[in-house]
């Protein structure tokens, strides 16, 4: 019988039994009331929580941001049309330009052309000039300004214009003035040589 008490066994039927009774009288005494739920009355003003607090400097930079915004906004459409403008303006300008360099180029081709022309035309009156006697070409020259004339004597041979001016000096008081004056405007150009030359034949 005492070997059956201190088993194990027995020992832990005999707890578990004590445990069972134990609960089942301490239930029986305890009396449960019903449930209440917590109240769901509104939270007053200042009961607000933390993520409903609204600063009103915060507002403020908030819509300062946004005037900026649309500001900034309104400068890049302004910036577009005007890149807009500046880019056809570029696009007029360089037609213009062309249409200059064109026209520049094509005048000067003219001018080229005309020059030509006439050095080929004052070659031609040198050789008629040159071939003539000088009191002929005197009387021909006179005829001429005073510009034409001394070009022509400058493309011609100082052996030749010498006697020419010389003649032109013996036609009269105003025509030996007028040989004087192209005489020195030909010294302008004419190497020293060649205007002592001028000088002597036209010396009356």
């Known amino acids: 019988m005492n070997r059956i008490l201190s088993s194990p066994l027995t020992v832990v039927l005999a707890g578990g039994?004590?445990?069972?009774?134990?609960?089942?009288?301490?239930?029986?005494?305890?009396?449960?009331?019903p449930v209440q739920l917590p109240s769901t009355t509104p939270l007053a003003a200042d009961d607000n929580p933390s993520w409903r607090f609204r600063n009103p400097e915060f507002d403020q930079?908030?819509?300062?941001?946004?005037?900026?915004r649309?500001?900034?906004?309104?400068?890049?459409e302004q910036l577009k049309d005007w890149e807009m403008r500046l880019t056809a303006e570029n696009r007029e300008i360089s037609t213009v330009t062309q249409t200059v360099t064109k026209l520049q180029n094509d005048f000067d081709q003219r001018v080229l052309q005309f020059k030509g022309q006439e050095a080929a035309n004052a070659k031609k009156q040198v050789k008629v000039i040159s071939d003539m006697s000088p009191e002929g070409a005197a009387a021909m020259l006179n005829e001429l300004s005073d510009d034409e004339t001394t070009?022509?004597?400058?493309?011609?041979?100082?052996?030749?214009s010498g006697p020419i001016l010389d003649a032109m000096s013996k036609l009269g008081p105003m025509q030996a003035r007028r040989a004087a004056t192209i005489t020195q405007r030909l010294k302008d150009v004419l190497p020293t040589s060649a205007t002592n030359s001028l000088s002597s034949n036209a010396t009356p």
Do not use: N
Request: glycine fraction near 2%.
């Open 17 to 33: 039994l004590m445990f069972f009774l134990t609960m089942f009288v301490t239930l029986s005494l305890v009396h449960f009331g």
């Open 61 to 68: 930079w908030v819509s300062q941001i946004k005037d900026e």
């Open 70 to 76: 649309a500001a900034l906004a309104l400068r890049e």
């Open 151 to 160: 070009k022509l004597l400058y493309l011609m041979k100082t052996d030749v």
